[in-house]
């Protein structure tokens, strides 16, 4: 039953990511995951990252590129959602985005959202400077 409460949640979040960043990155346009798959296996066939990253990176729960509004710039931004958040969703969330920025040649911005987090988990994001967005209610 967790498993389904966590997945809801999961699918939640990604149906809301444009409410989430509409302020902040305009044009957001989602990647879906047969675009994701193509995108790693060109980089990986360039040589930019490898098997075991592409592997690892592929398990975003949402991708998406835009402009930054207040600076124009393209942007990625690499999603992942979990209603506990620990210091080791930060570390995995953070790399997933540093191999999604290799493929693309763009900044990728690390994002995950929570219902609650341990404080190690935000203390760790603030030192990756990494957005942890607290949402307060699954429904």
């Not at 999603?79 to 997933?96: I, M, Q």
């Not at 290799?102 to 994001?125: D, H, S």
């Amino acid at each position: 039953m967790a498993r389904l409460r966590g997945d809801n949640f999961k699918r939640k979040i990604r149906e809301k990511t444009l409410a989430f960043f509409g302020k902040a990155i305009k044009k957001l346009i989602p990647i879906d995951n047969y675009a994701l798959a193509d995108i790693l296996d060109d980089a990986l066939e360039k040589g930019l990252i490898s098997d075991q990253e592409r592997e690892f990176a592929i398990k975003l729960g949402f991708a998406g590129k835009g402009r930054l509004r207040d600076k124009n710039a393209y942007v990625y931004i690499a999603l992942g959602a979990t209603l506990s958040l620990y210091s080791e969703d930060v570390e995995k969330a953070f790399k997933r985005a540093e191999i999604l920025s290799r493929a693309v040649y763009t900044e990728t911005i690390p994002v995950v959202v929570y219902l609650i987090a341990a404080e190690e988990a935000l203390k760790r994001a603030g030192v990756l400077r990494f957005l942890a967005v607290k949402t307060i209610a699954e429904d």
